[in-house]
């Protein structure tokens, strides 16, 4: 049962009780107790909307920190793989680990710029997302002398901050020098992968931003919980407890 419902059935019980006493005694009583119990009432169901609007915005947040991690975790596997090519790789090999490495940084990046415009989400978690936007883009541009060497394979960072792969430029630098692609390859995966542990660590972006939205979820709830039983004591009271209740309500209200 919501919080609506139930402060619907208070109204109804206090006028059945109500109706223990004569017909007329019994109308100006119903009177008095619906005058009584509706400002109560309407106080209630809107401060449960405040909380229900407040726990699924934070629940969206949280939604989408979670898929932020998952992403940054992808991209930092995927750098890894970088490293870990040889001079034994063959050339598919490398094509398919570059391809991995710029989907996966990609959605990281977009992932990042969608958990930071979660509408109504808190100020202090969209900056945490955008910070980690930043930090990615400052990953690559760091080192000029990187991203000269991606340049010449044909690897390039968008405006945006994604990066897109010139195919005929990266398979005839492949031809040309496959030890300098997989160097570069290889130099740009560690900072990625640098960049992710910083991310992904205790105190980082993403893991600090989870922790506090996971805190405010449970908060939220707790609270959400406190009502829903206020409103169930206040559903078997009689006409003459809501001051009490209005007290209580208090509380929701700020």
Same mark, same amino acid.
């Given at each position: ?97 570059? !391809? ?92 990625? !992968? ?49 001051? $009490?209740?209005? $007290?209580?309500?208090?509380? $929701?209200?700020?």
């Amino acid at each position: 049962m919501n919080i609506s419902q139930l402060t619907s059935s208070t109204s109804t019980s206090t006028s059945t009780n109500a109706n223990t006493t004569s017909s007329q005694a019994s109308a100006q009583t119903s009177a008095k107790a619906t005058s009584s119990a509706s400002p109560a009432s309407l106080a209630m169901q809107k401060a449960g909307a405040r909380l229900q609007s407040q726990l699924d915005t934070t629940s969206a947040q949280l939604s989408s920190f979670g898929k932020l991690k998952s992403s940054v975790s992808d991209a930092q596997l995927a750098a890894k793989t970088l490293g870990g090519l040889t001079a034994t790789s063959s050339v598919a090999d490398v094509r398919s680990a570059a !391809d991995r490495f710029l989907t996966n940084f990609n959605a990281a990046v977009t992932t990042a710029k969608a958990a930071a415009s979660v509408a109504g989400g808190s100020a202090a978690e969209a900056s945490n997302a955008n910070r980690v936007t930043a930090d990615l883009n400052r990953t690559l541009r760091s080192n000029t002398a990187n991203m000269d060497a991606l340049r010449k394979i044909g690897i390039k960072q968008l405006s945006d901050g994604t990066l897109s792969v010139d195919v005929t430029k990266f398979d005839a630098a492949q031809k040309a020098n496959p030890a300098a692609v997989q160097s570069a390859l290889a130099k740009i995966g560690q900072l990625v !992968d640098k960049a992710a542990t910083k991310e992904l660590a205790t105190g980082g972006n993403v893991s600090d931003s989870m922790a506090s939205l996971g805190k405010r979820a449970s908060t939220l709830q707790a609270q959400q919980a406190g009502m829903l039983s206020m409103v169930e004591k206040l559903s078997t009271a009689s006409s003459g407890s809501t001051g $009490y209740v209005g $007290y209580g309500l208090s509380a $929701y209200l700020k």
